[in-house]
């Protein structure tokens, strides 16, 4: 089972990063996928849901607006489009299936 994120980084409050979560070893396609996030000196949290079909999407109240969870069963990857990024939006994101598997985390860093 792997679940690789990638499209971390540095950006400057207002930006736009897109993270991507890569999956195989598992039937992608039947999983509820979630996005957490962890600040440091912080609990991990619930940021996003997508179900299984992507028919149904669930976001916590701190990125509602901004940020936009989708997902493609044909290439095993989920997304996570996150615009207007603010410095508290800096956390280790990370892709669950849950509640089974986890990825490694990608770095977000949102500072001028």
């Known amino acids: 089972v792997q679940l690789v994120e990638s499209g971390g980084g540095l950006v400057q409050p207002g930006g736009s990063l897109r993270l991507s979560c890569a999956v195989s070893g598992f039937t992608f396609s039947r999983y509820v996928m979630k996005w957490y996030r962890q600040a440091p000196g912080k609990e991990r949290e619930s940021v996003a849901l997508?179900?299984?079909?992507?028919?149904?999407?669930n976001y916590a109240d701190s990125v509602k607006g901004r940020f936009t969870v989708s997902r493609d069963n044909a290439k095993n990857t989920i997304y996570l489009q996150m615009n207007s990024l603010k410095p508290e939006d800096t956390a280790v994101y990370y892709c669950n299936a849950w509640p089974d598997y986890w990825g490694q985390g990608t770095q977000v860093t949102v500072s001028s």
């Open positions: 997508i179900t299984s079909g992507g028919g149904t999407t």
